[in-house]
C-alpha cells in the first residue's frame, strides 16, 4: 500500500495557508534536507528544478518531527487552527 | 480582565490535564480546560494500553463505563532477524489486567466528558498560541480569539510544549531525545484476532518486537489488539532516518511483512495511519516543569519510561500531583514558583520520577551500543535456534563450537568485554545506586 493510500484514510479539514514554513533560502542551503526523510507523511519534497522544498501540508500529522530534526532550524512551525488539521479515530 | 478570568488553565486534554483538572474540579475550583483538538483524544496516539491502578487513582470506576477495547492476559517479546524470530510469552490470565487496550479517539474522549461531569469546563478547538507572562509570572494565554487569565496555568501540551519552551523552561529537543512512531491500525473479525493470538472474549495480547526492519536501529515494535482491530507500529529515534536513508513508514512496511509478524495482520483492512513523537531522553532531559504560575505536566514534561513502555501512566499521576498543588496553592493564595514546587517535590517523592532515575544511563548506554544490544545479539539468539534445531549430519558438538567460535570472530574480544561492562554498569544502576 502507498503512503497515499494510507493518507487517504486519515480524516483531515486542510486549512488554506500553511502552519509550516520553511525559511525556503536556508533550505537552498541545506545539505541533508533531513525534512525529507523524517516526516511519517511525506510533507517535504524538494524540487531540484525549481531548487525549492514542496511543503505539502496539508497532510501533516502535526507529530513535530521535522520541527526538531531540522539542522537549519529553519522550520516556522505551529499547530494548525483549532477547527483544522488532522483528526485521528484510532490513536 | 475580570470575566476571562479563572482560577486554573489547563492546556492539553490528554491524560495529564484531564488528570489535572478533575483534581481540581473535585476541590470546589474552577478550571478550563483547553484542547486543540475536535474532541479530546482526537489528536493523540500511542501504542497502546492504559495501566489500570494508576487510572483508578484518577477515575476509581473506569473499569465499568470506559470504553475499553481488550483487557491484556499476554506480553510478547519478538526478538526478529531479517528473517527468523524468536518469541518469548508470558500469559496471566488469573490475576487482574495490569492493562487495557484503549483507542484514544474514544478513551480521551470518555475521560474529558468524566472531567466536565465533575465540573471541568472543557473548551475544544481551540489553540493556545502563547502564555501571557508578567512581572515573569505565568497569568494567563492567548487562543486565536482571545486572552484568558488564571491564578496558574498547567502545560499538559504534549511531547512539544511550544509553550514550555516560550517560556524557557525547556529548551529544543535534539535528535536522539525523541523518537518518531508511526502506527497503523488494522480491521479484522473479533474471531480472527482471538484465533490469531490465542485469546479468549475480551482478553488482548502485546507484542514488544525488537530487531527485524529496526535492526541496528534505536527503535521498537509493538502490536496490540483491540476489539476489532489489530494495531502495529514502531518509534524509532529521530537520529537514524537521516543515517539510514530510510523513512518511518517504510520500515513499518517492512515490518509487517516479516514473516513472524505478516499473518499476525493477514487480510486487515486499514482503518487509520497515524503518527506522533515519543520523548526518549529521560531522566535527563525532564526540562524545569515549575515556573512562577506554571506547572509542566506528561509528555510535556518528558515523562517517559520507555524501558517500561509507560508514558500515560507517568501522564496522569504527574497531572494528578499538579491538581493537588494547585488546590493547596489557592488555598493560600500564593501562586509563586517556591509555593507550586511542591509539585517537583511530590514528583520526585513518586516513583514518576524514581523511575525515570532508575534507567537515567539506559539511554546513553544503549546508543553507544546499540549495535551490540539492538542489532548482534539479537542475531546471536535466533541464530543460536537456527543452529540448535537443525538436523544436517553434522554432530552437535561441531555445530556448538562453531557458533561459539562464530560468536567471539564477529565480535572482538574487546567489543564484547565493552559490552559487558556497560551490562554491569547499567544493571549497577538500575538495582544499587
Known amino acids: 500500500m502507498s503512503l497515499e493510500d494510507k493518507l487517504s484514510k486519515i480524516k483531515y479539514e486542510p486549512d488554506t495557508v500553511s502552519h509550516l514554513r520553511p525559511d525556503q533560502e536556508k533550505c537552498k542551503t541545506c545539505k541533508k534536507k533531513i525534512c525529507t526523510y523524517v516526516c511519517p507523511a511525506n510533507v517535504y519534497e524538494w524540487i531540484e528544478d525549481e531548487d525549492k522544498l514542496l511543503v505539502k501540508f496539508e497532510n501533516c500529522l502535526e507529530c513535530g518531527a521535522c520541527r526538531i530534526a531540522c539542522e537549519k532550524k529553519c522550520i516556522e512551525w505551529e499547530y494548525p487552527k483549532g477547527t483544522k488539521g488532522v483528526t485521528f479515530k484510532n490513536g | 480582565?475580570?470575566?476571562?478570568?479563572?482560577?486554573?488553565?489547563?492546556?492539553?486534554?490528554?491524560?495529564?490535564?484531564?488528570?489535572?483538572?478533575?483534581?481540581?474540579?473535585?476541590?470546589?475550583?474552577?478550571?478550563?480546560?483547553?484542547?486543540?483538538?475536535?474532541?479530546?483524544?482526537?489528536?493523540?496516539?500511542?501504542?497502546?494500553?492504559?495501566?489500570?491502578?494508576?487510572?483508578?487513582?484518577?477515575?476509581?470506576?473506569?473499569?465499568?463505563?470506559?470504553?475499553?477495547?481488550?483487557?491484556?492476559?499476554?506480553?510478547?517479546?519478538?526478538?526478529?532477524?531479517?528473517?527468523?524470530?524468536?518469541?518469548?510469552?508470558?500469559?496471566?490470565?488469573?490475576?487482574?489486567?495490569?492493562?487495557?487496550?484503549?483507542?484514544?479517539?474514544?478513551?480521551?474522549?470518555?475521560?474529558?466528558?468524566?472531567?466536565?461531569?465533575?465540573?471541568?469546563?472543557?473548551?475544544?478547538?481551540?489553540?493556545?498560541?502563547?502564555?501571557?507572562?508578567?512581572?515573569?509570572?505565568?497569568?494567563?494565554?492567548?487562543?486565536?480569539?482571545?486572552?484568558?487569565?488564571?491564578?496558574?496555568?498547567?502545560?499538559?501540551?504534549g511531547v512539544n510544549s511550544l509553550l514550555a519552551k516560550q517560556i524557557g523552561l525547556r529548551e529544543d529537543l535534539e535528535t536522539k531525545d525523541v523518537a518518531v512512531s508511526v502506527k497503523e491500525v488494522f480491521k479484522l473479525p473479533k474471531e480472527k484476532i482471538n484465533d490469531r493470538f490465542h485469546l479468549n472474549d475480551d482478553e488482548g495480547c502485546i507484542y514488544e518486537i525488537f530487531g527485524g526492519s529496526m535492526l541496528g536501529m534505536l527503535g521498537l515494535g509493538f502490536i496490540y489488539t483491540n476489539k476489532e482491530s489489530v494495531s502495529i507500529g514502531l518509534g524509532v529515534t529521530l537520529d537514524e532516518f537521516e543515517k539510514h536513508k530510510t523513512k518511518p513508514y517504510e520500515l513499518l512496511d517492512k515490518l509487517k511483512q516479516h514473516p513472524v509478524i505478516a499473518p499476525l495482520i493477514k487480510d486487515g483492512e486499514l482503518l487509520e495511519y497515524s503518527a506522533h513523537l515519543i520523548p526518549e531522553g529521560g531522566y535527563k532531559k525532564i526540562p524545569t516543569i515549575?515556573?512562577?504560575?506554571?506547572?509542566?505536566?506528561?509528555?510535556?514534561?518528558?515523562?517517559?519510561?520507555?524501558?517500561?513502555?509507560?508514558?500515560?501512566?507517568?501522564?496522569?499521576?504527574?497531572?494528578?500531583?499538579?491538581?493537588?498543588?494547585?488546590?493547596?496553592?489557592?488555598?493560600?493564595?500564593?501562586?509563586?514558583?517556591?509555593?507550586?514546587?511542591?509539585?517537583?517535590?511530590?514528583?520526585?517523592?513518586?516513583?514518576?520520577?524514581?523511575?525515570?532515575?532508575?534507567?537515567?544511563?539506559?539511554?546513553?548506554?544503549?546508543?553507544?551500543?546499540?549495535?551490540?544490544?539492538?542489532?548482534?545479539?539479537?542475531?546471536?539468539?535466533?541464530?543460536?535456534?537456527?543452529?540448535?534445531?537443525?538436523?544436517?549430519?553434522?554432530?552437535?558438538?561441531?555445530?556448538?563450537?562453531?557458533?561459539?567460535?562464530?560468536?567471539?570472530?564477529?565480535?572482538?574480544?574487546?567489543?564484547?568485554?565493552?559490552?559487558?561492562?556497560?551490562?554491569?554498569?547499567?544493571?549497577?544502576?538500575?538495582?544499587?545506586?
Open chain 2, 1 to 157: 480582565m475580570s470575566e476571562n478570568k479563572t482560577e486554573v488553565i489547563v492546556v492539553g486534554a490528554g491524560p495529564a490535564g484531564i488528570a489535572c483538572a478533575v483534581k481540581i474540579a473535585r476541590s470546589g475550583h474552577k478550571v478550563i480546560l483547553i484542547e486543540r483538538g475536535k474532541f479530546s483524544g482526537s489528536k493523540n496516539i500511542f501504542g497502546g494500553a492504559i495501566y489500570a491502578q494508576p487510572t483508578r487513582e484518577i477515575f476509581p470506576d473506569f473499569e465499568k463505563t470506559a470504553p475499553l477495547e481488550r483487557k491484556n492476559v499476554e506480553h510478547k517479546y519478538a526478538i526478529l532477524g531479517e528473517y527468523d524470530g524468536t518469541v518469548v510469552s508470558y500469559t496471566n490470565k488469573h490475576e487482574l489486567p495490569v492493562s487495557y487496550t484503549v483507542l484514544r479517539g474514544k478513551f480521551d474522549r470518555w475521560m474529558a466528558e468524566e472531567a466536565k461531569k465533575e465540573g471541568v469546563i472543557l473548551v475544544e478547538e481551540t489553540v493556545v498560541r502563547e502564555l501571557i507572562v508578567k512581572d515573569e509570572a505565568v497569568v494567563g494565554v492567548k487562543t486565536e480569539l482571545e486572552d484568558y487569565y488564571a491564578d496558574i496555568v498547567v502545560l499538559a501540551d
Open chain 2, 290 to 433: 515549575v515556573g512562577a504560575g506554571v506547572m509542566v505536566v506528561g509528555d510535556a514534561a518528558m515523562l517517559v519510561n520507555n524501558f517500561h513502555w509507560e508514558g500515560t501512566n507517568l501522564a496522569m499521576i504527574s497531572g494528578k500531583l499538579a491538581g493537588e498543588t494547585a488546590v493547596v496553592a489557592l488555598a493560600k493564595g500564593d501562586f509563586s514558583e517556591n509555593s507550586l514546587d511542591r509539585y517537583r517535590i511530590e514528583l520526585e517523592k513518586s516513583f514518576v520520577i524514581k523511575d525515570l532515575k532508575t534507567y537515567r544511563n539506559l539511554m546513553d548506554e544503549i546508543h553507544l551500543r546499540k549495535e551490540s544490544f539492538l542489532k548482534y545479539y539479537l542475531e546471536r539468539i535466533n541464530m543460536f535456534f537456527e543452529m540448535f534445531i537443525s538436523v544436517n549430519g553434522v554432530p552437535k558438538r561441531k555445530l556448538f563450537w562453531d557458533f561459539i567460535k562464530n560468536f567471539i570472530k564477529n565480535r572482538s574480544i574487546k567489543e564484547l568485554f565493552k559490552d559487558f561492562f556497560s551490562v554491569v554498569k547499567l544493571l549497577w544502576s538500575i538495582l544499587i545506586k
